[in-house]
């Protein structure tokens, strides 16, 4: 099937707001991050995981895909209901919530820059040049700085390095 002649993905269709009240729960309940695949293949994912299935299935429809559920094994916790999208998705809902994520701004910063290096042939990772690899190599750790507690980061990078190696276009 051509590109052409593909629906819309649902992400391109969500409204702005809903886009305002996504980033707001992106910001409180969720997460964005550069991981390596079970292939060792870097990938931007978003998740968001909490105790309302409501909210949780609310989302997973938006951006048509399933809810994942953790029972909870001690009868004191409760279940836990979670989303997960991955790869060049990731990265285009990151690129819509830009404008309106306050917390996770960063992260989401980092991840559309980690599209930029995505290419239609790209298949394998290991076949990409090696400055590509290079940058999201990089971009992975730029991430680990953001996403680490204070008192843990392992590089000498301050938060105000990091967030000034990422250009972010601000509205106001």
């Avoid at 269709?13 to 079970?38: K, M, P, Q, R």
């Avoid at 285009?92 to 830009?98: D, P, Q, V």
């Avoid at 298949?123 to 700085?145: F, N, V």
Wanted: a positive charge; aromatic letters at 6%; one cysteine or more.
């Amino acid at each position: 099937m051509r590109d052409s002649e593909r629906p819309p993905d649902p992400i391109t269709l969500i409204s702005d707001l809903d886009l305002a009240y996504l980033a707001g729960l992106i910001d409180g309940e969720g997460s964005v991050s550069i991981g390596y695949t079970a292939r060792g293949l870097h990938q931007p994912t978003v998740n968001v995981t909490m105790t309302h299935r409501g909210v949780i299935e609310w989302f997973a429809q938006l951006i048509a895909k399933p809810v994942y559920i953790r029972e909870a094994r001690n009868p004191r916790h409760q279940t836990q209901y979670s989303v997960r999208i991955e790869g060049k998705r990731a990265a285009l809902l990151c690129e819509r919530l830009l404008p309106a994520l306050r917390v996770k701004r960063e992260q989401a910063a980092v991840v559309v820059r980690f599209a930029e290096t995505y290419r239609a042939t790209d298949g394998w990772e290991r076949s990409l040049t090696g400055d590509i690899y290079a940058t999201r190599e990089g971009l992975k750790q730029t991430m680990h700085r953001l996403n680490s507690r204070p008192g843990r980061l392992n590089t000498p990078a301050t938060a105000r390095e990091v967030r000034q190696s990422i250009p972010i276009e601000t509205t106001e």
